[in-house]
């Protein structure tokens, strides 16, 4: 099975976590599962972003209301998700903050911590909590949603470079140790993307000519598939823009 054999028309009913689900790539993802007939339960921190979705999706998004940087709110996530699911399928550790872009020399410890807790301390602790629910799946995936800088750390990108570089370390570590598990784990670099935090990072950047978080999607939505067996790998999603 690959990318390229893969039928959409199968990625249903599957119970899914999308972070970051109120902008952005979460957005796009979190939609398009719907779309496909999957139950999705998209957290952020504003609630109203999410309602959206919700209009146009009122039986299968649960919209939910979710600091990152609180480990009390991902457990009452976990409690809720174990009350209203009997298991779930797929993890996306997708929200994200960029923090500061400067020199480590002038890099203010509490952004580093917060963005260190945000992307990197609270997406482990989020992960290991839902291990529980996906052994419970057929088939289980989690995709950790890196960077460039992640994978070649970058002058200037600071936190947010260190944050993306445990992911990548993280993806390694927890798919070899779920080898023998019905759980793949893989990351996915999604490239120059046009969203708030891109611009962010380029303010001065025409965002026209970046890929849209659609167009992106497909090999996220292949590691949610049946198909996908790969675990341990490192995804660029520009270069599946158009396979599925
Ligand atoms: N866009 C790119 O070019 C690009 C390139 C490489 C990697 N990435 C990665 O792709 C992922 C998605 O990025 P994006 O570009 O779609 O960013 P985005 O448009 O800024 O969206 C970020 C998402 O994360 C959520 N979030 C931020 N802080 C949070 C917190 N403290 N608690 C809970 N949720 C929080 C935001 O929701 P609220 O603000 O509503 O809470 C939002 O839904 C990130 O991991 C990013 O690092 C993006």
């Known amino acids: 099975m690959s990318i390229e054999t893969c039928n959409l028309q199968y990625l249903r009913s599957k119970t899914i976590l999308v972070t970051g689900a109120s902008k952005g790539i979460g957005k796009a993802l979190a939609e398009k599962l719907l779309d496909l007939g999957n139950i999705v339960i998209g957290t952020s921190r504003t609630l109203d972003d999410l309602k959206k979705i919700s209009e146009r999706f009122p039986r299968n998004f649960y919209p939910y209301s979710l600091e990152l940087s609180e480990t009390d709110q991902i457990d ?24 500061d872009i400067t020199n480590l020399e002038d890099y203010n410890f509490e ?14 602790y989020l992960t290991q909590k839902i291990l529980k629910s996906l052994r419970k799946s057929n088939k289980g995936s989690i995709v950790n949603v890196s960077s460039s800088v992640g994978r070649f750390p970058r002058e200037t990108w600071g936190a947010y470079s260190v944050s993306k570089a445990g992911m990548e370390a993280m993806t390694d570590i927890l798919s070899q140790e779920l080898k023998n598990l019905n759980i793949i784990v ?19 950047e025409d965002q026209s000519q970046l890929p849209t978080p659609s167009d992106i999607l497909p090999i996220f939505l292949y590691l949610a598939s049946d198909d996908a067996q790969e675990t341990g790998m490192k995804y660029n999603a520009r270069e599946y823009i158009g396979s599925l």
Do not use: C, H
């Open 76 to 99: 009452k996530l976990i409690d809720f998700m174990d009350e209203t699911f009997e298991k779930v399928d797929v993890l996306y550790n997708n929200a994200g903050i960029l923090g």
């Open 111 to 124: 952004v580093w911590k917060k963005v260190l807790d945000i992307n990197l301390n609270n997406q482990f």
């Open 186 to 204: 893989n990351s996915i670099n999604p490239g120059g993307t046009a969203t708030k935090m891109r611009k962010e990072a380029y303010p001065d």
